[in-house]
């Protein structure tokens, strides 16, 4: 019989008192009822690999969501139920976890979602992606902290492995290909080589894949703290070209995230996927959108650069008046600004786009519409050309005050 390892020691060192406590209580709960309860995936690798990390999955054999109610009853946690996938989502206090029942699945056709039936811990971690993700931590008393790893996944934590746990394990998922870059780069591990050979000769199956979970996948790596490094690697494998044939993930697209962050401290996926699609014309950026299904306010955003990018060339001069600036920008997304002005590449435009998001965006003038009513200008479009007139004049400092906006409003009737 192989040694048992036990890590509770190592949970005590490395999980918040209140997440520890909380995983405590439930497994004497799922004791009480005769079940087992684990902490699996994500949250036993970084483990064993001293990472923090408070995502924390819980499977049990047994009726998860049932459990999860008992718990919440316990530990004046709410619950949010999905009883079409047996989860639960339990938030307190303290933090927030997952439970769900142990499952066993089959896979009818490549990139189709599995057929699900419960089943034990045994089958629930060899459904899993990688070996490193394929552990379980025990929580009931009797065998608190003790470590199940049918998988090997402390061998390769331990040699800086990603590995799938068969050889169908792409054919079944092809997200699996994404995850695997994500994992290999995040970690600093090395995706090993017969996984290496299957994920080579499994790229087009991510063919097989909805644009709604090729989107999810994409989303997950632009969350990472530095996702040029997956995107990267994902251009090497052939990988990013599936999503497009013109994106890159070369030593530009490295700089200028790295130039994303520098700017602010934690750029928006959205700022980051503006960045990636940057340089593809309209209607490369039209079929990305429909092979990702982006929702309309994403691809929105996306559809706004060809358009920003006409005007590079004269964002790029010095001396603009400012009203010219607003003219050039308005109307478009910060978002989409943001990515001109980190991919322009030229001091002048970016200072220009800075110019406009931090002041011009807001500036207006004091009289309204009312007021010039009132001054005697007719109702009808003389009323929004002056405002516009009164606009420019405030972006370039011809006039500073609601006096000499008067002044200016009674030159423009009297047409002087
Ligand atoms: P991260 O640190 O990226 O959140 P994680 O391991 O917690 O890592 P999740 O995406 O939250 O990742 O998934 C939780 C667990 O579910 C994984 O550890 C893995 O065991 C399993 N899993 C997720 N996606 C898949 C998949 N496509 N195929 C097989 N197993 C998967």
Known sequence: MPDVINLSSRTEGQLPPGLLEFIRAAGELAQQRQQRLYLVGGAVRDLLLGRDNLDIDLVVEGDAIKLAGEIAGDYRAKVTAHPRFGTARLEWKGGRADLATARAESYARPGALPAVQPGTITDDLARRDFTVNAMALELNPRHYGELLDPHGGRRDIAARLVRVL??????????????????????????????????????????????????????????????????????????????????????????????????????????????????????????????????????EILRETPELKKNIRELSMSGLAPSRIFDLLHGHSPTAINALCLASGSPNAAGHCELYTGVLRNVRPSLTGEDLKKMGVPEGPGIKEILLKLREARLDGRVDSKRQEEEMVRGLISGV
Request: with cysteine.
């Open 166 to 299: 068969h050889d169908l394990s792409f054919t079944d998922d092809a997200t699996r290909i994404w995850r695997a870059i994500r994992y290999e780069q995040r970690l600093g591990f090395r995706i090993e080589s017969a996984t290496m050979k299957l994920l080579k000769r499994n790229v087009n199956m991510l063919s097989t894949v909805s644009g709604d979970r090729l989107r999810h996948e994409l989303e997950l790596v632009l969350k990472e703290e530095s996702p040029e490094k997956p995107l990267r690697r994902a251009g090497e494998l052939g990988v990013l070209g599936k999503l497009h044939p013109a994106l890159r993930g070369d030593d530009w697209l490295a700089e200028t995230f790295a130039l994303a962050r520098q700017d602010q401290a934690d750029p928006s996926p959205q700022l980051y996927l503006a960045l990636l699609a940057y340089r593809l014309t309209a209607p490369e950026l039209d079929s990305l959108i429909s092979c990702l299904r982006l929702p309309k306010a994403s691809a």
